[in-house]
C-alpha cells in the first residue's frame, strides 16, 4: 500500500510517462465493453428474428400457383408461341417422320385388290425411299432385337405374317415378301411402326425412333434374306427390286405392281 497521497500522485505520475495514460485507458474500458456488447446484442437480434433475405429464399411463385397479378389469375404464363423444348426440335423431319420435306396431304395413293379380295395400298407418295440414318451391322442386329420383341408375335420369325398368336387366332398381318411390301418406301415401314396401318395399332409411345429406323433395317434384311436373288430397295440408288429378277411365280401377290413413287 502507499504512504499517501502525495506518493500515490508521484507513481502515477511515472506510470503514465512509463505507459501512457493509464486512468484514460482504464477510465475507457467500460465504455468500449458496453459499445461491443450493444454491437453484439444488435447482431444477435437481427440474426435471431430469422428474417434473412438470402438469394435462395427471394419471394416468387411456384408453377400454377395463383396470383392476383394477372387477369386471370395465374402465377405462370403460357410458353411463347412455337416454344421446344431443349433437343426436342425434330429439325431432321425425314427421321423423325419418314416423310419427305412438304409432303402433299393431298397426294393419291394407289390401290390394288390382293388374291384375298382386299384392297390394299400400293403407292406411298410421300413416304422416304432412303434411310436417313447409315445402315450399319449395329443397327441392323439392334433392329432384329427389337423386331423380335414388339413384331414377331404377330408378323413371325421371317416376317411372312405367321407369328405365334396370328396361329392361335389373331387376324394374320400381310407377308413382308410379297412385291408390294418388298417395294414399298423404307418411310413406309417407319409410318406404319409409329401410326398404325388398318388394323395394326402405331407404337411410337413404345419404341424409340432410332429404333424404329433399326426395325425397319431388319424388315429389309428379312426380306433379302426370303429373297436373295432380288436387289433391295435401301436407297434410291440402288436398282428397285421391280426391275431385277421377276418374283416367283408362286408368289399371289406377284401381280401386284410396286406402284409410282
Ligand atoms: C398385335 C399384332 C401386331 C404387331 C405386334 C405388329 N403388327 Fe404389323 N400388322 C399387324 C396386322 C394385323 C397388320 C395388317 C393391318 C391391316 O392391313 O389392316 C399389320 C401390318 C403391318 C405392315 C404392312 C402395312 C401395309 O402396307 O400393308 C407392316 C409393314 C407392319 N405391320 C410392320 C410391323 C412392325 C415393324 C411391327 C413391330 C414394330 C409390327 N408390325 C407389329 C399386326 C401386328
Not at 416468387?60 to 394477372?70: A, E, I, L, N
Not at 403460357?78 to 420435306?101: Q, S
Request: proline content about 7%.
Amino acid at each position: 500500500m502507499l504512504k499517501n497521497k502525495a506518493e500515490t500522485r508521484r507513481v502515477r505520475e511515472v506510470e503514465t510517462r512509463r505507459f501512457g495514460s493509464l486512468r484514460h485507458r482504464v477510465a475507457a474500458s467500460p465504455r468500449r465493453t458496453m459499445v461491443l456488447v450493444g454491437t453484439f446484442v444488435i447482431a444477435f437480434i437481427a440474426s435471431g428474428c430469422g428474417v434473412r433475405f438470402d438469394m435462395q429464399d427471394q419471394p416468387r411463385y411456384k408453377t400454377y400457383k395463383k396470383s392476383d397479378f394477372f387477369a386471370d389469375g395465374r402465377a405462370s404464363r403460357d410458353m411463347v408461341e412455337g416454344t421446344v423444348a431443349r433437343g426436342l426440335l425434330k429439325e431432321n423431319k425425314a427421321f423423325y417422320t419418314g416423310k419427305i420435306d412438304n409432303p402433299d396431304p393431298n397426294a393419291q395413293a394407289q390401290t390394288t385388290t390382293d388374291a384375298t379380295g382386299n384392297t390394299v395400298v400400293t403407292s406411298f407418295p410421300n413416304a422416304i425411299d432412303e434411310f436417313p440414318i447409315p445402315v450399319t451391322k449395329e443397327l441392323i442386329d439392334r433392329g432384329e432385337e427389337r423386331y423380335k420383341i414388339n413384331c414377331m408375335v404377330c408378323h413371325g420369325p421371317v416376317g411372312a405374317g405367321d407369328g405365334m398368336i396370328v396361329r392361335r387366332g389373331f387376324v394374320r398381318p400381310p407377308s413382308y415378301h410379297d412385291d408390294r411390301l418388298r417395294n414399298a418406301p423404307v418411310g413406309h415401314f417407319f409410318d406404319v411402326i409409329s401410326n398404325g396401318w388398318g388394323r395394326m395399332t402405331g407404337q411410337k409411345a413404345m419404341i424409340p425412333v432410332a429404333d424404329r429406323w433399326a426395325i425397319v433395317a431388319y424388315i429389309r434384311t428379312l426380306q433379302a434374306s426370303q429373297n436373295p436373288e432380288q436387289i433391295m430397295r435401301m436407297n434410291s440408288g440402288t436398282t428397285p427390286a421391280a426391275t431385277s429378277t421377276p418374283a416367283p411365280a408362286a408368289s399371289p401377290a406377284a401381280q401386284t405392281t410396286g406402284g409410282a413413287r
